[in-house]
C-alpha cells in the first residue's frame, strides 16, 4: 500500500518553519561575522615571524578544526558553566561555540589566501618604507581578502548546514523548528522533505555564488 503524502498539513505549521529560517540564518550569520574579524589575527599569527605568537595561533585552530563541533558546543552549553559557574543560554553558548569553530576555519582561508600573493609585492613595499603591519595592512590583505571570497561562501553554506546540530542544546533553528512540527503532526516524511527543500533553498545560492566570484576575480587579474 502506498504512502499518501499531506503535505498540505504543513501550511498551518509556515510560521513555525520561517521562526526556524531566521534562528538559522540569524545563527549563521553572527557566528560568521564574528569568524570573519578574528579570523584575521589568527590567520596573520600563523605567519608570525614570532614563534610563540606562531604556535598559539597554530594551537587554536588545530584543536577547534580537529574537534567535532557537535562536542565543542555540548562543552559550552553543559561543562563551561559546571566550571566557570557562568550559566550560558542556548542561543549564546550555540553562538561562541560556532564563532570559535568558524574563527579555526576562516584563519586558514585567511592564511591561505594571504600566502598566494606574490612575495615581491611585500619586499617593493618594504622598500619604499613601509612597515610590515603597513604593507600587510595596504597591500597584502585586500587582495588576500577578494582571493578568499569563493571559499568563504563556501564556508558560509557548510556552517549554515552544520546549524542544524544545534537542536541539541534547544536552539530554535529551522532543525529545531521542525522537529517540533513532527511530534504535533505525525508526518515525519512530509516534515524532513519539506525541511531538506528549505535547506537547499536557502543555500544552494551561496554554493552556485562562489564559482562564479572566482571566474570573475580570475578575469579581472587576466
Known sequence: MGYEWRFDVLWEYKAVFGIGVLGTLGLTGISMLIGLILGIPVGIGRLSQSRFIKFLSGAFIEVFRDTPIIVQLVWVYYCFPILTGIRLSAWTAAILAMSVHATAYLAEVYRAGIGSID??????????????????????????????????????????????????IGVWELFRQASNVITTTYRPLEVYTAMAIIYFLIIYPFVWAAPQVEAMLARRRA
Open 119 to 168: 612575495k615581491g609585492q611585500i619586499e617593493a613595499s618594504r622598500a619604499v618604507g613601509m612597515s610590515r603591519w603597513q604593507s600587510m595592512k595596504r597591500i597584502i590583505l585586500p587582495q588576500a581578502i577578494q582571493r578568499v571570497l569563493p571559499p568563504m561562501l563556501n564556508v558560509f553554506a557548510d556552517f549554515m548546514k552544520a546549524s542544524a546540530l544545534c537542536s541539541i
